[in-house]
């Protein structure tokens, strides 16, 4: 009955091609699914399940290690020699080492007069620090603005150097290479660097110098972000979860058992004599600071993560930012990989045990298997699963591991566990962007050297935020339109609907809900709305 009412709505013509081309359809599809699809959807789930029990190893571990650090109160204090530094009546300010302090920016309008006013407001000997601005600006009217202010604080009898450079090669790398150059520099022991949008407590140098002073085999001290912005959007709430567990978790273990982990390119202090024996900046990667982490870390160098010290930072708001920071956040390390894994390999001056570190547990697992398995297992492969039933995903890979995976990760912010199904679809909707980052990095092609400066609002975001009430943002298809996420949302949705009709294993809960996160984000409803005038 159905098909004849069918037959009569539509032209013989139409019903004979449509028969035809649904017909070869369902031919192709039976002929290639036994032999092709299904072996190699079987390889595939046995790959992502492999790569699972390596994450889910990874963050078990590291669970076990940051509790009994929590339990013993193993403080960077205790493990290495810290006191305060105090005054020399027969020395005088010359008893306090020389620090200098780099501030790279790049057209900073919104934040630069909070991180010059910060790194001019630190508690230190004025005779004994040198503030650097290391202003790239292009734009005339900022750089203008940048000078006055190093300027005004000049007036105030604050050492600060202004320096600019007639090109942007090797973008920050590139800039904190040069600031190097200066002879002033050659006077200083140690410096320490803030990106434009950080802004330290004064008696930041007092909490961090110590350790370098009194400890020579160390080459860092890294302080953990603290975010001004968290509050401002569900998306920089999601940042947060994430951010959270690398400052409380991963970068707390690196600090405690290998004393090694990634410097987080703002918020360090570095010793000046470790820094120039890694060979200095190099730009041939978006992750410089890394880079030249692990090549100081190859030399014997130690670092020491100082939880407890916090730093105010910005969290990018705007979903364009963000997609630009995690690109380069993702490709970055993964490039790195590619061109370090040998000379990790053959070092001679770190132990066995080290390089498997920096190698399985900082690059691969971390930076390359996190992403890859996020996306592809998740949101590729098991939405695959229920068109192939012949293909099954044992429970324990689908729901047991990352859900622990999940908890782990997320109870480092306790103030936003209720929001941690939010936070799993944000997640894996960026892990498409990062795993398309980390492929770029690994062969080395397309954006691989794509640096786009985090965009940054300030103290005006509230400004603009309360404007965006009042004058709704001008919808602009390309700005707000992201045809990657509706694709993937497209096909999760096609997935969710046709495990609702023929699957088994209700996948259709999780499919919807993904889906419509990648609606969501590919229509560009997240983050926050700037005006655009």
Known sequence: MERASTTALLPDSFQGTRDDITGQIGFIWGQIKAPLIVPLLKVAVFICLSMSIMLFVERVYMAVVITFVKLIGYKPEKRYKWDPIRD????????????????????????????????????????????????????????NLVELECQRWASKG???????????????????????????????????????DFQPEPDYLWRTIPF????????????????????????????????????????E????????????????????????????????????????????????????????????SELPSTFKAYRYQQHRWSCGPANLFRKMVMDIVKNKKVTLW??????????????????????????VIMPATVLVPE???????????????????????PRSLHLLVFWILFENVMA???????????????????????????????????TKVAKKPRFRFGERLHLSELGVGAYLFFCGCYDLSFGKNHYYLYLYLQSF???????????????NS
């Open 253 to 312: 273990v690196g600090s405690s058992t290998y004393a090694f982990f990634g410097f987080n390119g703002t918020a360090g202090v570095w010793r000046i004599s470790a820094l120039n024996e890694a060979g200095g900046w190099k730009d041939r990667t978006t992750v410089e600071d890394m880079d030249l982490a692990v090549r100081a870390s190859l030399n014997g160098w130690k670092f020491v993560y100082v939880g407890d010290l916090k730093v105010k």
């Open 88 to 143: 020399d009546v027969e020395l005088g300010n010359s008893a306090y080492p020389m620090v200098l302090v780099q501030i790279p920016m790049y057209n900073e309008k919104e934040v630069y007069q909070l991180s010059i006013g910060a790194a001019c407001g630190l508690s230190w000997p004025s005779d004994r620090i040198i503030i650097q601005v290391l202003d790239d600006s292009t734009d005339p009217v900022i750089k």
């Open 517 to 531: 996160a990648f609606f969501i984000m590919g229509f560009g409803y997240v983050g926050t709305f700037v005006p």
């Open 158 to 196: 604050i050492n600060i150097k202004y320096e600019i450079r007639d090109n942007r090669n090797g973008y920050k790398a590139g800039a904190l290479k040069e600031g190097m150059k200066h002879s002033y520099v050659k006077e200083c022991d140690y410096i320490a660097i803030f990106d434009a």
């Open 432 to 466: 498409m962007h990062r795993t398309i980052a980390t492929f770029i990095g690994l062969l080395e092609v397309g954006r691989v050297n794509e640096w786009v400066v985090t965009e940054k609002l300030g103290d005006g975001v509230k400004g603009k935020v309360a």
């Open 212 to 251: 370098l002073l009194y400890n020579p085999d160390i080459a860092l001290v890294q302080a953990r972000w603290k975010f001004v912005n968290a509050d401002e959007c569900l998306m920089t709430r999601m940042q947060e979860m994430s951010l959270n567990y690398h400052f409380t978790v991963e970068q």
């Open 391 to 413: 293909v099954d995903i044992p429970k324990w890979g689908a729901v047991y591991i990352p859900s622990t995976i999940t908890i782990l990760n997320a109870i480092g912010t």
């Open 354 to 379: 080290k390089k498997i570190h920096v190698i399985y547990n900082f690059f691969f697992v971390r930076k390359i298997v996190a992403h890859i398995v996020t996306f592809i297992f998740y949101c």
